[in-house]
């Protein structure tokens, strides 16, 4: 009798530890902190750029948006370039400014947006929630595999990790549209 309390014990214990380590990776109270979103408020912007519609609206959805990395570049002429839900700031300043050059030379970030919470071990907020599903609602091989933008695969259900992995990076490389060469997918998970 002894023997089997124990290997309950251990059951148990173990199970806590996976739960606790899964639970981890993505809140399950329904609750998620806002973003800190940092630059001019947006009737500082709309006083800035009196005739820039656009750029108004645009600056009002990315105040609403994801609550990983974005960034907000102006330039002139109205010029803007918005980008949010990536996985790297880096990468988002540099896109924004990329958009808003394709109308002016004189480009630069007034707003970035950074996340409330720490990401996981690199991850977006859906990629680390899509991590958290496949550690514990999915059979079979399974994989993730992301960029630093944001994109992201899964895969399930099949034999081994192997064929998980190329089909999450199948998955990731067609959500990466259009792709961009400076941004690899990788696999950072597989389990089978």
């Not at 750029?49 to 974005?70: L, V």
């Not at 990790?161 to 067609?174: L, S, V």
């Not at 549209?177 to 990788?186: I, K, L, M, V, W």
């Amino acid at each position: 009798m002894l023997q089997r309390a124990s290997l309950f014990m251990a059951v148990v214990a173990i199970a806590a530890l996976s739960y606790s380590g899964v639970s981890g990776l993505a809140r399950h109270d329904g609750a998620v902190p806002s973003a800190v979103v940092t630059g001019p408020s947006q009737a500082e912007l709309a006083r800035a750029h009196p005739q820039a519609w656009d750029m108004h609206q645009a600056y009002d959805e990315f105040h609403k948006g994801p609550d990983w990395y974005g960034a907000f570049a102006v330039g002139g002429q109205e010029a803007f370039g918005a980008v949010s839900g990536y996985a790297d700031a880096a990468l988002a300043e540099a896109d924004a400014l990329a958009l808003c050059a394709d109308w002016a030379a004189d480009c630069r970030v007034v707003a970035t947006i950074t996340p409330a919470e720490p990401q996981v071990a690199g991850l977006s907020g859906p990629q680390a929630r899509e991590l958290a599903t496949l550690r514990s609602g999915r059979e079979g091989g399974r994989a993730l595999a992301v960029d630093a933008r944001g994109h992201w695969g899964s895969a399930w259900g099949y034999p081994n990790r192997h064929d998980a992995g190329q089909a999450a990076m199948a998955d990731c490389i067609a959500a990466q549209q259009p792709r961009r060469a400076d941004t690899a997918c990788r696999v950072v998970w597989a389990l089978r």
